[in-house]
C-alpha cells in the first residue's frame, strides 16, 4: 500500500495471490485561491443585491 498527496490517482493497479482486495480511497477538493473566494464572494453578494432591488 501506499499513499499519494501531491496530485490525482488515474489508476489503481492490485497484485498479488490473495482473491480479494479492499480499497479505501478518500477525494479531497483542491484548495481554492482566497482571492477567487472573495471575488467569487463579492460576486454573489451583487447578483443576491440586484435581485432584491
Known amino acids: 500500500m501506499f499513499a499519494r498527496e501531491d496530485g490525482a ?3 489503481v493497479v492490485i ?3 490473495v ?3 479492499i480499497a479505501q480511497v478518500r ?7 482566497p482571492a477567487l473566494a ?16
Open 27 to 33: 477525494y479531497q477538493l483542491a484548495p481554492i485561491d
Open 38 to 53: 472573495a471575488v467569487l464572494i463579492a460576486l454573489i453578494i451583487v447578483i443576491l443585491a440586484l435581485i432584491l432591488l
Open 9 to 11: 490517482i488515474d489508476r
Open 15 to 17: 497484485t498479488g495471490i
Open 19 to 21: 482473491p480479494f482486495a
